[in-house]
């Protein structure tokens, strides 16, 4: 644990080194959600509410999907990379290390841009999400089981390049999936697809779920959103130990 | 010139052959389909059938043509051009008896072009079976010259843009906000009606609505050839300033170094 906080540390001070830098990405970032906004604010102008979501709850599920990426992607850069880094050799220098090669590596970056969501997620909770003790308690709930959810589907995804090989473009593919459907309201979508999005991309529990417990906060739905994550976690760690039985090389020496 | 077209082919069969790349963009696109055709299904639904003059099938090819014009376009290629020119490897290029920018433009516009097609193929076929064949055939037949010139409109301000790089030490994330503007005020995620009159007019007068709402308002069935034509206009400014951009940046690289 102390070695994955060190390691966090460093990528830290990596991207701290630039300070102008840093700035500029976090801030372009927050324009970027700054523009999401917009578009939500605009489109339920013209539409009305919808099957139960207006601009007020759609902008709470784009501060938990903000806090999401910014807490799981932000924070855990190589979640997304992973492939790509196993096909590039970038896992060989990891096992060399005395310590857990999946801790290492997905603690070895921070992704600066996304900081600027999880600046922005909990700006646009405190904005417009109405915060009380509970409802920021639950936010925070369910930012971290739908950044767990995400984080463990993007690293069992990209731990199919130990047995497939490739370069990890399954991932990238769940990444582009995950994020667009999460990015939008769960109850537009009919039966099939809701379904989809409960278990092969398990988008909604990303931010459906977290939503609709800020909203109105059940037990059964708080226990299935902490059970999603659990699973997702055991899954991820599970795909990516199985693969590195399997794994010889990448032939290639590079830095994680 | 002849180097130009050479390029094109070149890029056009190297896309060809990175079949993962372009099918995890087309897979992307085909998701976003399927987003916005529940999006706009529960949305018309809930006003009766159609807004702002838009029914569900017209959104829905309106939304093919928009992404499929705009997802052909690398997403980050900003940040790419901004990385080559302050790390100075644009100067290799500019040995080259060529134009800088105008081989890089015929680079990325036969990859662009393999991308579109693709994207339009499968995006025709997800529209068609969510809601039937596009509304007017002769508006489809002028949406897909649209979204060619979509795309070199895109590619070009994004050539100009990009080239603030010769001066910006760091313009590369840039790109998130371009694309915004794309986003937004080009009509990409909201037909442009469905913005405030205002700001609707701003959009309307800019070039970012070349790249995305024109091809998008003739695939929605709206037959209005002048949509090509201002196209076109913008396609003439935009190419004349990225030119012009490389031209004064190379100018410096050449008096301050690299």
């Avoid at chain 1, 925070?140 to 739908?146: E, K, M, P, R, S």
Wanted: net charge positive; aromatic share 12%; proline share 4%.
């Amino acid at each position: 644990m102390s070695v994955a906080l060190q390691t966090v540390r460093t990528a830290f001070l990596e991207a701290w080194a630039n300070r102008r830098g840093f700035w500029f990405q976090v801030l372009i970032m927050m324009v970027n959600d700054v523009a999401w906004v917009i578009f939500w604010v605009l489109f339920f102008r013209k539409v009305g509410a919808l099957r139960g979501w207006d601009t007020h709850k759609v902008l709470l599920l784009f501060a938990i999907l903000t806090t999401c990426t910014g807490f799981g992607l932000g924070l855990l850069a190589n979640a997304r990379r992973l492939g790509e880094l196993i096909s590039g050799g970038g896992l060989d220098a990891a096992l060399a290390l005395p310590t857990n090669p999946l801790a290492y590596l997905l603690t070895r970056r921070v992704d600066t841009a996304l900081l600027g969501d999880l600046a922005f997620g909990p700006v646009l909770f405190v904005a417009a999400g109405d915060p009380t003790p509970e409802r920021a308690a639950v936010f925070i709930f369910g930012a971290l089981c739908g950044s767990i959810v995400l984080v463990g589907f993007l690293v069992a995804l990209g731990s199919v390049t130990l047995f497939a090989g490739g370069r990890g473009e399954q991932a990238d593919l769940g990444f582009q999936a995950i994020l667009i459907f999460a990015s939008y309201p769960v109850d537009i979508f009919g039966g099939l697809t809701k379904l989809f999005l409960f278990t092969a991309v398990p988008a909604a529990f990303v931010t459906g779920l977290p939503t609709r417990l800020v909203s109105s906060f059940s037990w059964p739905e708080a226990a299935a959103a902490a059970g999603a994550a659990a699973f997702f976690a055991t899954l991820a760690v599970a795909t990516f130990n199985l693969g590195l039985r399997r794994y010889t090389s990448g032939a290639l020496w590079t830095r994680a | 010139m002849t180097a130009a077209v050479a390029q094109v082919g070149f890029s056009a069969r190297r896309a060809l052959h990175q079949p993962g790349e372009l099918a995890v963009r087309v897979l992307f696109y085909a998701f976003i389909l399927v987003v916005f055709a529940a999006l706009w299904s529960a949305a018309t639904r809930a006003n009766g059938g159609s807004i702002a003059g838009y029914d569900v099938r017209s959104l829905l090819w309106y939304v093919t043509a928009a992404e499929g014009a705009v997802i052909a376009t690398k997403p980050r290629m900003i940040e790419t051009i901004g990385w080559d020119i302050s790390s100075g490897a644009i100067v290799t290029e500019m040995l080259r008896p060529a134009s800088v920018v105008g081989l890089r433009l015929a680079a990325e516009l036969g990859e662009a072009l393999v991308r579109l097609a693709c994207a339009l193929a499968v995006g025709g076929v997800v529209a068609w079976l969510y809601v039937g064949p596009p509304p007017s055939a002769a508006a489809a037949a002028l949406a897909v010259p649209a979204a060619v010139l979509a795309l070199c409109c895109n590619l070009a301000a994004q050539h100009a843009f990009a080239g603030a790089a010769f001066w910006l030490r760091d313009a590369r994330s840039t790109w998130f906000l371009y694309q915004k503007l794309v986003f937004l005020l080009g009509g990409m995620l909201l037909p442009l009606e469905f913005l405030p009159r205002p700001l609707a007019d701003v959009a309307r007068a800019l070039p970012f609505s070349a790249m995305a709402y024109a091809p998008a308002r003739l695939a929605s069935g709206h037959v209005d050839p002048a949509l090509l034509a201002e196209q076109a206009g913008w396609l003439v400014v935009l190419l004349a300033c990225a030119a012009g951009v490389f031209r004064a940046g190379e100018r410096r690289i050449e008096v301050v170094g690299g």
